[in-house]
């Protein structure tokens, strides 16, 4: 079987050890007879894969042992609602900073609950910068400061993170999580869709430091309390068991790659092989990121004066040589390459290379 170059924002790219070990113990997990999807949850089999994940995360993260991990379902969009449900109490206001799409999605939701006020914002330059931390004024009454560490869609990417001294700091980390190193310390909470790079669409790893969810308001629905889950060790429905025990693959692939400081060099070697064809392009290829901004999981680009039928034509012949998911948001448009974690250094040097042969041909 030849495989795609898979450069989709998401459901993503997995890695294909990964994929091939679940397919091995797709029928029958470890002589059970059955599959894992067919198993109870209760079952001491899955609740060993639930642990395992766990485990793994906590490890590869470095995450302090007074923070919970919890495996929920709904995506990154379910926690836009839960995070102002559970903390934002009586007279406190949840404080964003407005990076793009996602965030503001994230802003939204939490006004259809509370008082939610945007900090600090980059709108003013069609979002293709993050504000710098210096900008951010939080309010005396803020609940919560929320930030998307990497906006997929216009491709800006946090470097640092913003230093509060009394209020805690909440990451949507859907679409960068695990792809470098990051001390959660700093942060009272970290959420992410896995489909990006973590594993499949299904599950939603929530960390968030216990003293924050330790008491969840009463008058919002079990399903929707942090408490509910942390005390259930996210065993309280039934979980999306195989997308967790996907999750605990990739993890386990992570760790045998080096861990977060080998996965964050080997992103920025491959995300560097594009940007480079782009900046040394002469203007027939422009970035769309400011550089110091720029993601090292979403590269947005354009072709030259945003000449919409050569990058439709650029479309069509990267579709013919097997690149898939290089076409921009409907949004924005463009072009996008998604390079995750899974996404291997050799199918970023050969979109490298249709990109230098493209412009050759029509430059």
Not at 192 to 221: C, F, M, W, Y
Not at 239 to 245: A, D, I, K, L, M
Not at 247 to 271: H, M, P, R, S
Request: aromatic residues 8%; charged residues 20%.
């Amino acid at each position: 079987m030849t495989r795609a170059y898979n450069f989709n924002a998401g459901p993503a790219a997995i890695p294909l050890e990964v994929l091939e070990q679940a397919q091995a113990q797709f029928v029958d997990y470890e002589g059970a007879g059955m599959a894992l999807m067919e198993m109870s949850h209760r079952s001491a089999t899955y609740e060993k894969v639930n642990q395992e994940a766990q485990d793994l995360l906590r490890e590869l993260m470095n995450i302090p042992d007074n923070y919970k991990i919890l495996f929920l379902q709904g995506g990154a969009s379910t926690q836009f609602a839960m995070i102002p449900m559970n903390f934002l109490s009586e007279g406190k206001v949840g404080a964003y900073v407005d990076t793009g799409a996602w965030a503001g999605k994230a802003v939204k939701e939490a006004k259809i609950t509370g008082e939610a006020v945007v900090v600090a914002s980059s709108k003013e330059d069609n979002y293709m910068r993050v504000p710098q931390a210096a900008d951010i004024v939080v309010p005396d009454n803020a609940a919560y400061v929320h930030i998307t560490s990497n906006e997929t869609i216009g491709g800006v990417q946090f470097k640092d993170f913003p230093q509060l001294a009394n209020v805690p700091l909440i990451a949507d980390m859907s679409s960068d999580i695990l792809s470098r190193p990051v001390d959660v310390s700093k942060f009272g909470m970290i959420y992410a869709g896995a489909q990006k790079n973590l594993g499949p669409s299904g599950v939603t790893v929530v960390i968030v430091r216990e003293d924050l969810i330790a008491d969840s308001p009463k008058h919002i629905a079990t399903m929707l309390r942090y408490d509910t889950h942390a005390k259930a060790n996210s065993l309280y429905n039934t979980p999306p068991s195989f997308s967790v025990y996907m999750v605990g693959l990739v993890l386990k692939w992570i760790k045998a790659k080096g861990g977060l400081a080998a996965l964050e060099q080997f992103n920025l070697d491959k995300t560097k092989l594009i940007y480079d064809v782009i900046d040394e392009s002469n203007g027939f290829y422009t970035g769309c990121a400011n550089k110091e901004d720029r993601s090292t999981m979403n590269i947005t680009f354009r072709i030259k004066d945003q000449d919409e039928e050569l990058e439709k034509k650029f479309i069509k012949e990267s579709e013919a040589a097997g690149f898939v998911g290089l076409k921009g948001h409907r949004d924005v448009g463009g072009l996008r390459a998604s390079t995750y974690n899974a996404v291997p250094l050799e199918n970023c040097a050969a979109l490298a290379q249709f990109m230098k042969d493209f412009q050759q041909r029509n430059g």
